[in-house]
């Protein structure tokens, strides 16, 4: 092959390319990933009983617990009312709750680090508030069971059931004394065997 035929072909494949490579389409441009939605942030509800004094606070968690109202309760306590705040006649609010048999608002309180032994200013029977409450409660004592503590008051007001059960464990995994007696010499195991409360008794006996 002459030179000049191999350069006119060596020109021809040239142009060959170019041409190819003007008419090749551009490069595809990655399309931009889909941004992804921030997650939603909830905020909680202001606590309504923040602003509130001292002293409402704790006359708000003394009514509430006597009540039941557990989502009051446990709002007064985050706000920072007083576990051992007390009605006029020296009542703790945990003493109240389980007093009106009112069991899960005596679990917040026993929670939040209530003392599960203080006593009010009388040493009321529970049977004398049993016949002042409206609430009503069982099973009765005689006129010489002394109350006091949360735990008398869970053995000898409550019914024995699964809801007190669970309030007795509660009582005693905190710290409750399971020895205090009431005025009689009777203690919390004594009343629980006296009702037949065999799972409350089996507790106290353990504790």
């Known amino acids: 092959m002459s030179k000049a035929r191999l350069a006119a072909l060596l020109a021809v494949a040239a142009v060959v390319a170019v041409v190819a490579a003007c008419s090749s389409p ?11 939605p ?9 606590n ?11 006359r708000r968690l003394i ?9 009051e309760v446990g709002q007064l306590l985050d706000a920072g009312a007083d576990t051992e705040a007390r009605d006029s006649r020296e009542r703790t609010c945990l003493l109240l709750a389980v007093t009106h048999d009112r069991v899960e608002a005596a679990r ?11 006593l009010d200013d009388r040493h009321d029977t529970p049977t004398t508030w049993s016949m002042s409450s409206t609430t ?8 010489t069971t002394s109350g006091g503590p949360a735990l008398l008051e869970a ?12 309030i007795v464990k509660s009582l005693v ?27 409350i008794a089996r507790l106290l006996q353990r504790a």
């Open 38 to 46: 921030a997650p939603e942030q909830t905020t909680e509800p202001p």
């Open 63 to 71: 009514a509430a617990a006597t009540r039941g109202r557990t989502t």
């Open 136 to 143: 009503p409660t069982s099973p009765s004592t005689t006129s």
């Open 108 to 118: 917040l309180l026993v929670d939040a680090g209530a003392d599960p032994d203080a």
């Open 155 to 166: 053995v000898i007001l409550g019914r024995g059931t699964e809801p007190w059960e669970r």
């Open 26 to 36: 551009p490069a595809a441009t990655p399309a931009p990933s889909p941004t992804e």
């Open 173 to 199: 995994d905190h710290g409750a004394d399971v020895t205090i007696a009431d005025r009689a010499g009777v203690t919390p195991l004594q009343h629980a065997r006296r009702h037949g409360f065999v799972t």
């Open 48 to 58: 309504p009983y923040t602003s509130l004094s001292s002293a409402e606070k704790n």
